[in-house]
């Protein structure tokens, strides 16, 4: 049987994101700059197509995988985020502490994501090669 080639988008999605998100996450008592990490929700999805809703739900992340996102991610601007990353659809949210701060924090497969509170929103990556341990971010 052959799966016609937008039924596979939601795989190769899914395949894409795991194999990327492996590499940003050893961490160590030493990195433990974010506390207080609570996750809010996970796999959930910016397209609302039943199918990719389906393979986002995948799309989990435990606290020391965040706590290593965010370790290992750098900061980048709009312009770059937009022209430079590919936005999967699949996405994990909570908050964090950082430096005293409360901060939203968002995780997109792909290994883009972002820190906001009421006074900045900050654009980050983790580039594949750091976040290869982190399962299905890339």
């Not at 080639?5 to 940003?24: D, K």
Request: hydrophobic fraction near 30%; charged fraction near 20%.
């Amino acid at each position: 049987m052959r799966i016609p080639p937008i039924r596979l988008l939601p795989l190769l999605t899914t395949a894409i994101a795991s194999i990327s998100l492996i590499a940003c996450a050893t961490n160590t008592a030493s990195e433990q700059k974010y506390t207080n990490i609570q996750i809010a929700n996970q796999g959930l999805s910016v397209d609302r197509d039943p199918l990719v809703q389906s393979t986002c739900e995948d799309f989990q992340l435990t606290e020391s995988q965040i706590q290593s996102f965010f370790n290992r991610a750098k900061t980048i601007s709009e312009q770059e985020l937009h022209h430079g990353y590919d936005l999967l659809p699949c996405y994990s949210e909570g908050t964090l502490t950082y430096q005293t701060q409360e901060f939203h924090w968002l995780i997109r497969a792909g290994g883009t994501g972002e820190l906001t509170n009421s006074n900045k929103k900050t654009n980050v990556v983790c580039p594949e090669k750091e976040s290869g341990d982190i399962q299905g971010l890339h």
